[in-house]
């Protein structure tokens, strides 16, 4: 069990647990010349029944509360301090309300220092303590009158004896989560190298497991592990660890990161949060600036008010926080917000969603996904999150948010499952479909009545239309399954309703029939209009008109300008790109023998029509992406089908 102290500087909270464990807290030479606490102490003492009791002192002095709520965070039981000779102070106050902020809801209260004064001002002291915790979650916590700088005093031994009996009757914390530690110290020790501290929150780690350091994503392996002062094979949550770090300096990681199992290392910028504002508070507006205080970590970040104008005092809110550097964060974490002087603690919250969305952040299912959030906050179920995902939510981003393997997650049985590219998938509820289906089918129609002699979009182009924000591998599932129950057709590369068509005259027709086989020829250096135009002895104009036509009926390609694609040449050129390790100019050049000039308008082609995409000099395929061949131009152009 681990016990965080809170209460006012010089209220004896050293000595306390000094006299519960034999250990004197104060390490620091200028802890030891100024009799105050600056940083955090740690005192382990084993109990009879096996297990250990594991005391975090913390300073109690005005300017030291970053490091006091970096040790109340993730203990099991507060033990508030306060002297029976000063009573309830600033700090006392100050403590109690971050505890109850950080979600603490066990708590025992120690009057010290009962040496010093008369009965009547203990009972006096008592009454104001219970006045102070009337309404909070710690109003039913047992108090304690101790003389610590007595030997053998009944009131430290009645409460070491409280602590030992709950520490044996606490539950275990559930492992089924991946491992998370928040990091509060980290030092060198000769021979052994970079060491971090902190309370394990979830999980298990064990000697050998590869971890990631937080944010940063730099990869570790524990040498060694000490769990509650003691050599171990592993740890879990619940427990202080000390882990001894191989592939990682002591000058890569501070106090406030985190060292987590691989798949939980993702940061972000923006974290989405319900707060609860002080009623001694400001209101809070737009773009506030605030001091974080979330694990052991303090940010700076401006505040964003989803909901309304304003956070007025003594309300509850929700709220984006954005830092200027990347936080790691899950749902459930709890934070301390303080002032922009950092002087004065001004409320605290919950994280819902630690990857906050920077655009439409007040958008009705941006809302709704947050609410879905707050409530799996509460019960813990993974298929609500499913449920407020229309377009689907990756394994993966449901890993990081639930910290639970996705061979762990409980869904409903008929979740649908999408391979995406590294072997995570997209989980869709089948409840989704429909929506997204009548989406794609309003922007076909819209689309023909906006160009009736268009044949329709390309797949990639359609997407653009109708939903930008899916994801690739459910965009192509939802276009093969309505390809396959004929809901939509497709010539060439253009989608389209069954209905639609682009008609040719006869005329059109006999011309058509003289030019294609001429572009064909031409494979990938087809003539120009006007080279057509000089070899049929045909009018610019006209040809110009006629091959921008059969583009729009989807039998042919437009590159450039009066430059025009069979579909079949088209077809071997987006194979090459497709199997080329690297598709830069020079090597699509190489492998197609055309001209730079003529390379590049081709690969900015493919990236147009969603083919594609540039990044730096290079023209990636993206995920789910394929090219039909003229002859299936019936068949399905992605391969993964929905059903």
């Known amino acids: 069990m681990i016990v965080g102290t809170a209460g006012h500087i010089d209220h004896g909270k050293t000595t306390l647990t000094r006299a519960l464990t034999g250990v004197d807290t104060d390490r620091l030479k200028e802890e030891k010349a100024r009799g105050i606490s600056i940083e955090l102490g740690y005192a382990y003492l084993p109990l ?20 006091m709520a970096s040790g109340v965070s993730g203990i099991d039981l507060a033990l508030l301090v306060v002297a029976a ?3 309830v102070m600033p700090q006392t106050r100050e403590h109690l309300a971050i505890l109850e902020l950080l979600g603490v809801r066990r708590g025992a209260v120690a009057l010290t220092k009962c040496d010093r004064v008369d009965a009547a001002r203990i009972g006096e002291v008592q009454a104001q303590v219970q006045a102070l915790l009337a309404g909070t979650p710690l109003q039913d916590a047992p108090v304690f009158h101790t003389r610590a700088t007595e030997p053998g005093d009944p009131g430290v031994a009645a409460l070491l004896s409280y602590m030992s009996e709950l520490e044996s009757e606490l539950p275990a914390r559930a492992d089924q989560r991946l491992f998370r530690l928040g990091v509060d110290r980290v030092f060198t020790l000769s021979g052994q190298g970079t060491v971090v501290t902190g309370t394990a929150l979830a999980g298990r780690v064990a000697v050998g497991d590869s971890v990631v350091v937080a944010p940063g994503n730099r990869t570790a392996r524990v040498r060694a592990i000490h ?9 879990h949550a619940g427990q202080r660890l000390a882990l001894n ?51 052991a970590a303090h940010r700076v970040a401006h505040l964003v008010p989803l909901l309304d104008d304003l956070v007025q005092p003594n309300t509850n809110a929700r709220v984006q926080l954005v830092f200027e550097q990347p936080l790691h964060a899950v749902p459930g974490d ?49 298929g609500a999150l499913l449920a407020a995902s229309p377009g689907g939510i990756a394994a993966s981003e449901l890993t990081r948010l639930t910290q639970r393997p996705a061979d762990a997650l409980a869904l409903p049985a008929d979740t649908l499952r999408l391979s995406l590219s590294g072997g995570d998938e997209l989980l869709l509820a ?43 591998a459910l965009w192509s599932g939802v276009v093969a399954r309505l390809l396959e129950s004929k809901r939509i057709a ?27 086989p001429a572009l064909l020829a031409g494979r990938y250096d087809p003539p120009w209009v006007r080279d057509l135009a000089k070899r049929f002895n045909l009018p610019e104009d006209g040809v110009r ?64 029509v969603g083919y594609t995409r540039r990044v730096r000099n290079s023209h990636m395929l993206r995920p789910q992406a394929s090219w039909a061949s003229p002859d299936a131009a019936a068949e399905p152009e992605e391969g993964i089908l929905i059903r």
Do not use: C
């Open 48 to 67: 009879a029944g096996g297990g250990t009791l594991g005391i975090i002192d913390v300073p109690g002095h005005e300017k030291f509360i970053r490091t």
């Open 85 to 87: 000779d000063d009573g």
């Open 227 to 235: 769990a509650q002062n003691r050599a171990a094979e592993s740890g």
């Open 245 to 295: 770090l191989a592939g990682v300096s002591k000058d890569e990681i501070e106090r406030g990161d985190w060292v987590v199992a691989p798949g939980m290392a993702a940061s972000s910028e923006r974290i989405d949060a319900d707060l609860t504002l002080l009623p001694d508070a400001a209101p809070l507006k737009a773009w506030t600036l605030v001091h974080v205080l979330l694990g």
């Open 334 to 382: 709890r934070f301390v917000l303080r002032n922009a002087q950092a002087t004065h603690t001004i409320g605290g919250g919950v994280v819902l969603d630690p990857f906050g969305a920077a655009r439409r952040r007040r958008s009705p299912a941006r809302l709704a996904w947050l609410d879905a959030l707050a409530r799996f906050n509460e019960d813990g179920d993974a």
């Open 430 to 472: 089948p409840a989704m479909l429909a929506p997204l289906e009548q989406r794609l089918l309003d922007a076909l129609g819209a689309f023909h009545t906006r160009h009736a002699d268009d044949a329709g979009p390309e797949t990639w182009r359609l997407k653009r239309i109708a939903a930008p924000e899916l994801a690739d």
């Open 490 to 516: 497709r010539t060439g590369r253009s989608l389209h309703l069954p209905e639609h068509s682009v008609s040719l005259s006869e005329n059109e027709q006999a011309l058509a029939a003289r030019l294609l």
């Open 545 to 608: 008109a006629l091959l921008r036509k059969l583009a729009r009926a989807g039998q042919l390609s437009q590159v450039v300008p009066d430059l025009f694609y069979h579909p079949a040449p088209l077809a071997e050129m987006a194979r090459i790109v497709a199997g080329l390790p690297d598709a830069q100019a020079a090597s699509f050049r190489d492998a197609t023998g055309l001209g730079r000039k003529r390379a590049i308008q081709l690969l900015e082609f493919f990236d147009r």
